[in-house]
């Protein structure tokens, strides 16, 4: 990567003195940046560009190159690029359009450059993006011309250059010093694991922000940021069906499932914003020293504003400890009218002293009892106020001695909180509730980077258990779609499930029946059929062997009817699971993240809750007990309003049990055990229905299964 990222002698190809040339800008920001190395300009036209020459091959450069940049017409990049590789080069940017985002032929050429790289062992960032950065060397290629940007520690990687761009201004704004930024595009070579891991190592990046629309190797992805102890920040689009179809033509990238994303990415550590605005305020938090407690204590200018903080820090779980006596005092003995009453937040009223202030933060901030700092400061020159540059390095330089954030809040007119911005190398939030928020993040990242062990590792293709040879018997029979066999497989798991047995006829129905425990269940064995209820065809509370006939036979007639082209095969028998809370456990493979599991309280609910939580597959105890805590539903199983504690071991382990078979069997596509009634603590659970969808070798679909029944292993 550092190929792309520091060349000594860089090609920009596709220059002409045209006003409507782009490559021009490149020589431009080239110039305008201080590019420490060479660099030249080839264009079929000649002439010169911004006093730059033009030479009109790459065969005629004076000396041999290691970079180019090309912006030219898609069909004459591959030889182009040919002629780099010749001449030296071994990294490129390829901004042009027209590749796997337009047309077939385009993917076809994009085939044909990624290629070609390959063979000559070169790397390149492209095709169809805008540019990258880098600001030790001045290395500056966007097509557009940039401003002058502020020089630090902060890397970007957006998919999109547009969003891109709109990071570099909203950084620039809040005077983030920018370290190295790059635009992806088709990611057709470099993609962005690679550039994650680069930017992991690199030394001048400290914070790393990322704006994706696709993520292409997503466990690689999320062992990569796994790996990487900075801060890194996700900004994921591409979420919805209708940006998916606008995504497919803009950067060619296909979505995978959020949840399964979000779940993994923030299993590997990621921060994800929701917005350009969250993004900048979470890099702008991570200016200062981490948040490391909750215990916050905030001083305003206004009361209103304390107001703001107060609601937000409850919103949010931040502690607001009362401040020390000496501390009140001592600010008590200033007040010039002295008719408020003075706790935490720390209204400060009349008193207008910028040394005061200073000396208040340098009381506070030491304190034990206090984690971090909020400065709700309005400020109105107007009014004669000073400008607060003293008190903003007073905090800067508190902070960094007690390593804890002091979060400032400017409130003023919009031009001249910019200007105060430019004039200190400090963050400065616009709002009460951004700051505090950018606080929370700051903490949770604290936390998780100290806190929790990491995700554990996929564990391979198991020993040859039980629900192995339960799906190897599926498989070998072509099955897609599985209902019985999932409850064995479960249960070969170790998952307790209900007594189940299956009956091939209405005869079987009779035997099978005569002796179990009544009320019993009966259920249809049905291809074509994925929710029974649905169809008609699960009956409850039935009485015995001759109920279990009659509603057989009136069973088989009804779902056949609702479902057209259903195939009755056979019935279910099961005993009647007493009452306790219906949960669902479900599995997954998602395309890019790999398998994953969710859990929630099952039944209807699912649907109408969507109160879900997901995980990347294999999970431990530990972290099932977090996904269940995390739901909203949470209280029902934890002894709400005097009911019992659910049993809360025993569920966990089932929802361990499901990510294990999933994760360890690629075959399987889908779990779904729903529900599984779990009972009050020391009852354990009962699994009484579940599906499983199996991608078989012999035909590759998903297609449901036909006729299959056996008897209960
Ligand atoms: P499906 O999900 O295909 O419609 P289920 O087997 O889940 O069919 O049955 C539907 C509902 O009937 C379950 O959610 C559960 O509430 C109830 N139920 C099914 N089997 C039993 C059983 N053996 N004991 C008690 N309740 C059951
Ligand atoms: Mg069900």
């Known amino acids: 990567m550092r190929r792309i990222f520091c060349p000594s002698r860089v090609a920009v190809i596709g220059a002409s003195p045209a006003p409507e040339n782009l490559a021009a800008n490149i020589v431009f920001n080239l110039i305008n940046f201080g590019f420490k190395g060479e660099f030249y300009a080839v264009g079929r036209s000649g002439g010169e560009v911004h006093g730059v020459p033009i030479h009109r091959d790459v065969a005629s450069l004076p000396s041999d190159i290691d970079f180019a940049a090309i912006l030219t017409p898609a069909p004459t990049v591959p030889a182009f690029m040919e002629q780099c590789i010749a001449r030296g080069a071994r990294g490129f940017w390829v901004g ?290 000073q400008v607060p540059e003293d008190i903003i390095l007073t905090a800067k330089r508190l902070s960094e001695t007690h390593g804890k954030p002091v979060a400032f809040c400017l409130m003023s007119w919009a031009e001249e909180a910019s200007e105060i911005k430019k004039l200190v190398d400090f963050p400065i939030f616009q709002t009460t509730e951004e700051a505090i928020r950018a606080l929370d993040r700051s903490y949770r990242y604290h936390l998780r980077r100290n806190g929790i062990p990491p995700a554990p590792s996929a564990i391979g293709p198991g020993g040859p258990s039980a629900a192995r040879t339960i799906v190897d018997a599926c498989c070998a029979r072509g099955e897609t779609l599985v209902s019985y066999d999932a409850l064995g497989a479960i249960r070969a798991e170790g998952i307790e499930v209900v007594p189940t047995f299956l009956a091939h006829d209405i005869e079987e129905v009779r035997t099978l029946s005569t002796g179990m425990p009544v009320p019993l269940v009966l259920k249809v064995q049905a291809s074509g059929v994925s929710h029974k209820s649905d169809a008609g065809g699960v009956a409850l509370g039935v009485s015995g062997p001759q109920d279990a006939v009659a509603k057989a036979i009136a069973m088989k007639d009804r779902v056949e009817n609702i479902v057209p082209g259903a195939k009755v095969h056979g019935f279910i028998l099961q005993e009647t699971a007493p009452g306790g809370v219906e949960m669902f456990i479900g599995a997954g493979r998602d395309r890019s993240f790999g398998p994953f599991v969710t859990a929630g309280l099952g039944g209807v609910f699912v649907e109408i809750y969507r109160d879900v939580a997901t995980l990347p597959a294999p999970v431990d105890g530990r972290a099932a007990l977090g996904m269940l805590q995390s739901l909203g539903g949470f209280p029902v199983l934890d002894g709400f309003r005097g009911r019992p504690r659910c049993d809360l071991d025993a569920l966990c382990d089932a929802i361990v049990k499901v990510s294990r078979l999933i994760a360890s069997d690629e075959r399987i596509s889908g779990i779904d055990v729903n529900p599984i009634v779990v009972y009050p603590k020391g009852l354990g659970v009962l699994a009484v229905d579940a599906r499983m969808t199996l991608e078989t070798a012999a035909t590759g679909n998903w297609q449901l299964a036909t006729g299959y029944c056996s008897r209960s292993p």
């Open 96 to 385: 042009t359009g027209g590749f796997s985002e337009f047309s077939e032929g385009g993917a076809e050429l994009e085939r044909r450059i990624a290629s070609i790289a390959r063979e000559a062992g070169a790397r390149f960032i492209g095709p169809n993006c805008w540019g990258i950065i880098n600001m030790e060397n001045g290395l500056c290629l966007p097509f557009g011309r940039v401003r002058m940007l502020p020089f630090g520690r902060t890397s970007i990687l957006a998919q999109s250059g547009g969003v891109g761009i709109s990071y570099l201004q909203e950084m620039a704004g809040e005077n983030i010093g920018l370290s190295k930024f790059a635009s992806i595009g088709n990611k057709a070579d470099v993609d962005e694991v690679d550039l994650l891991k680069f930017l992991g190592d690199d030394p001048g990046t400290a914070v790393i922000c990322l704006y994706l629309e696709s993520i292409n190797r997503g466990r690689e992805f999320a062992a990569a940021a796994a790996a990487i102890s900075k801060p890194i920040i996700l900004h994921k689009t591409n979420t919805t069906p209708l940006a998916r179809t606008i995504a497919k033509t803009h950067t060619s990238s296909l979505a995978s499932d959020d949840a399964v994303l979000d779940a993994a990415v923030k299993s590997a550590g990621i921060i994800r914003v929701g917005t350009v605005r969250e993004l900048v305020d979470t890099a702008n938090i991570f200016r200062l020293p981490p948040m490391k407690g909750r215990r916050m204590a905030v001083m305003s200018r206004s009361g209103g504003h304390a107001i703001i903080a107060a609601d937000e820090c409850s919103r949010l779980g931040f502690e607001l400890p009362p401040l020390p006596n000496d501390v009140i005092e001592k600010v008590r003995g200033r007040l010039r009218a002295g008719v408020i009453s003075l706790g935490n937040p720390l209204d400060l009223g009349d008193l207008y002293d910028h040394a005061f202030y200073a000396e208040m933060i340098k009381m506070v901030l030491p304190l034990d009892s206090v984690d971090g700092v909020v400065l709700l400061f309005t400020y109105h020159p107007a009014m004669g106020m």
